[in-house]
């Protein structure tokens, strides 16, 4: 399969459940990888697959996977059945237990992502109440960014944009570069890009 070549980064892709203690840049290709899939495909600072997404469902479907290059299942993003404004989308944490001499996948509950009132959508973790803020988004214009707490007052842990070549040239706006924030869970970050594709039909 051809690599797609992101814009040159400092370092490599972390391990999915990592944070990273410097800056990360992805590429997002909002293509899946399964043959008339609906998902997207991400790919790390050295080309190849890192992530993988696919809904298994027509586009714009209730929900979504996030895998890692293997296929195994990393988090899964669920829309509730609300209407406009009170919306939700709500995801969980795959893993594996090891019970009675084999693995067996659990589910946790990690957070929720409502629409804003004013625009982008406000995230609620499960637990420990910590909230984040997405900015920007819309379906017109797919560059958006993440806040930790309030967006007016946070700080800003990634941001999603049109990707552009060394020569400066825009690509399309399916070809995205997401650049997370270093000490930020990847996982996390790529959870709410998800949410941010499935809120615009784009997944």
Same mark, same amino acid.
């Given at each position: 399969?051809?690599?797609?070549?992101?814009?040159?980064?400092?370092? %490599?892709?972390?391990?999915?459940?990592? /944070? *990273?203690?410097?800056?990360?840049?992805?590429? @997002?290709?909002?293509?899946?990888?399964?043959?008339?899939?609906? &998902?997207?495909?991400?790919?790390?600072? *050295? &080309?190849?697959?890192?992530?993988?997404?696919?809904?298994?469902? +027509?586009?714009?479907? !209730?929900? #979504?996977? $996030?895998?890692?290059?293997?296929?195994?299942? $990393?988090?899964?993003? !669920?829309?509730?059945?609300?209407? &406009?404004?009170? !919306?939700?989308?709500?995801?969980?944490?795959? %893993?594996?237990?090891?019970?009675?001499?084999?693995?067996?996948?659990?589910?946790?509950?990690?957070?929720?992502?409502?629409?804003?009132?004013?625009?982008?959508? #406000?995230?609620?973790?499960?637990? %420990?109440?910590?909230?984040? =803020?997405?900015?920007?988004? +819309?379906?017109?214009?797919?560059?958006?960014?993440?806040?930790?707490?309030?967006?007016?007052?946070?700080?800003?842990? #990634? =941001? @999603? #944009?049109?990707?552009?070549?060394?020569?400066?040239?825009?690509?399309? *706006?399916?070809? $995205?570069?997401? /650049?997370?924030?270093? &000490?930020? *869970?990847? $996982?996390?970050?790529?959870?709410?890009?998800?949410?941010?594709?499935?809120?615009? !039909?784009?997944?």
């Amino acid at each position: 399969m051809a690599k797609i070549q992101p814009l040159p980064a400092a370092s %490599s892709p972390a391990p999915p459940s990592s /944070t *990273d203690e410097g800056q990360q840049v992805y590429t @997002v290709w909002m293509k899946s990888l399964v043959f008339n899939g609906n &998902g997207c495909t991400v790919y790390g600072a *050295d &080309g190849g697959v890192a992530f993988r997404v696919d809904n298994y469902c +027509c586009r714009g479907g !209730r929900e #979504a996977f $996030l895998m890692d290059r293997d296929g195994r299942t $990393l988090v899964g993003i !669920r829309r509730r059945s609300c209407f &406009g404004m009170f !919306r939700r989308w709500e995801a969980c944490r795959y %893993s594996e237990s090891e019970s009675d001499g084999g693995g067996e996948e659990t589910m946790t509950p990690w957070f929720a992502v409502r629409k804003a009132p004013g625009g982008g959508a #406000a995230v609620t973790m499960h637990g %420990s109440g910590r909230t984040y =803020a997405i900015v920007g988004g +819309c379906s017109r214009k797919p560059d958006y960014r993440i806040f930790s707490g309030a967006a007016d007052g946070g700080v800003a842990v #990634a =941001a @999603v #944009a049109r990707k552009q070549t060394p020569a400066g040239v825009v690509l399309g *706006d399916d070809v $995205l570069t997401l /650049t997370v924030a270093p &000490g930020t *869970d990847h $996982l996390l970050v790529l959870g709410l890009v998800v949410v941010c594709g499935l809120m615009n !039909r784009c997944l």
